[in-house]
């Protein structure tokens, strides 16, 4: 009779996401594809209410970029006018009309932005990052699929925030149809459900797809009010550099 230790689990658990990075292509593949563009439209359906954003990304140091052509979520709605945000690796600049948004401004969440929207895309690709730690859940069924489960939390200094996530990993994709999550850098403790749809793009499988509506710890939705997140006219390899980003600041 042999008993598991929690080191065999947590080695159990840290394969288990080795596989889930792998199934996405893996992150040499992702690097290699050096940067991405695409539009992205955050739709919150209880109000029909958008964001839509020209993302630009260039995965060296996760520099991120957006212009915006319609905000009515969270992108500074209550100020109008054009609106840009850039993350170089280490701060986030936004301007409204061309005007530098300051700390003394509403700028927390469009400063914000800019690291969440660069975690959604690249997430199944950051499992494995430094500081990320996995633990073994027992298994459990969705819609007659028997889920592979791991909780995953962050290191002190690993992020903003101490967020818990637990993922739902299919046992014959090796891909994550859903997880549940808290967002405490938005102020939300409670967990929200996180279903993803997937595109094999360049030889990875980006979440194109992606609603989420508040939930328990058990999975169940307990309010049907959906946010969605939507990727569409992806490009890899369009040759951006920090300058030519900045310069369109």
Same mark, same amino acid.
């Given at each position: 009779?042999?008993? !598991? ?15 889930? =990075?792998?199934?996405? @292509? ?5 690097? #290699? ?15 029909? !209410?958008?964001?839509?954003?020209? %993302? ?6 996760? =520099? ?17 006018? +054009? ?8 701060? !986030?600049?936004? &301007?409204? *009309? ?8 509403? #700028?927390?969440? @469009? ?10 895309? #690249? ?7 430094? @500081? ?11 819609? @007659?699929? #028997?889920?592979?489960? =791991? ?5 002190? *200094?690993?992020?903003? $925030? +101490? ?9 014959? $994709? ?13 102020? =939300? ?9 997937? %595109? ?7 979440? $194109? ?13 307990? &309010?049907?009010?959906? !946010?969605?997140?939507? $990727? ?5 390899? *369009? ?11």
């Amino acid at each position: 009779m042999s008993c !598991t230790t929690k080191t065999d689990q947590i080695e159990d658990a840290s394969s288990l996401i080795d596989k889930v =990075v792998e199934a996405n @292509g893996g992150v040499d593949a992702l690097r #290699a594809l050096k940067d991405i563009s695409f539009e992205y439209t955050f739709r919150i359906q209880e109000n029909n !209410t958008e964001d839509v954003s020209l %993302e630009r990304y260039i995965f060296d140091k996760e =520099v991120s970029y957006a212009e915006y052509t319609k905000r009515e979520c969270y992108a500074l709605p209550q100020m109008p006018g +054009s609106h840009s945000q850039f993350f170089d690796g280490n701060k !986030t600049i936004s &301007k409204v *009309n061309g005007e530098m948004v300051t700390e003394e401004q509403p #700028a927390y969440i @469009g400063h914000a932005l800019r690291k969440t929207n660069y975690y959604w895309f #690249a997430m199944m690709f950051k499992l494995k990052d430094p @500081g990320v730690n996995h633990k073994l859940l027992p298994p459990r069924e969705v819609n @007659g699929i #028997a889920y592979k489960m =791991v909780e995953m939390t962050f290191g002190e *200094n690993i992020g903003d $925030t +101490s967020d818990r996530y637990i993922l739902y990993i299919n046992p014959e $994709t090796n891909r994550i149809d859903q997880f549940l999550y808290t967002a405490l850098g938005f102020g =939300v403790e409670q967990p929200s459900l996180m279903e993803l749809k997937y %595109e094999e793009i360049d030889g990875v499988y980006i979440s $194109t797809y992606r609603r989420y509506a508040p939930a328990d710890w058990d999975g169940n939705v307990i &309010k049907e009010s959906w !946010t969605e997140q939507i $990727t569409k006219n992806v490009k890899f390899n *369009n040759g951006f550099d920090i300058e030519t980003i900045q310069g369109a600041l």
